[in-house]
């Protein structure tokens, strides 16, 4: 089993900062790259950021220049800095990994279907 598990949302004002972490935890952990996705109401999920191990990173337009994502290897663990928050960044933000793992019957696993449960984060105007 593999265990995505955000942390860091919250409610603050417009203009104001939030880190989000994720740490990635399962049975010989392969981690090729794991991103940000957010969904807010009404609307699809889309991607935020992601990075690779080795700190290749991306970005959606509507972020860059404001939010910052970077990586532990050694920890399994994504953060994403968010900066000047906008009400827009509205959503609830998913953590999502590309990885290997090995299962109980000692299977590898591998895929970029990974999700974690979702952290919300409200931005106020």
């Known amino acids: 089993q593999v265990q995505l598990v955000e942390s860091g949302g919250g409610l603050v004002q417009a203009g104001g900062s939030l880190r989000l972490s994720c740490v990635a935890s399962g049975s010989r952990l392969i981690i090729y790259a794991m991103g940000w996705y957010r969904q807010a109401p009404g609307k699809q999920r889309e991607l935020v950021a992601s990075i690779t191990t080795s700190g290749t990173t991306t970005y959606a337009d509507s972020v860059k220049g404001r939010f910052t994502i970077s990586g532990d290897n050694a920890k399994k663990t994504v953060y994403l800095q968010m900066d000047n928050l906008k009400p827009e960044d509205t959503a609830v933000y998913y953590c999502?990994?590309?990885?290997?793992?090995?299962?109980?019957?000692?299977?590898?696993?591998?895929?970029?279907?990974?999700w974690g449960q979702g952290t919300r984060v409200t931005v106020s105007s």
């Open positions: 999502n990994g590309d990885l290997v793992y090995t299962d109980e019957m000692g299977t590898m696993v591998a895929g970029k279907d990974f």
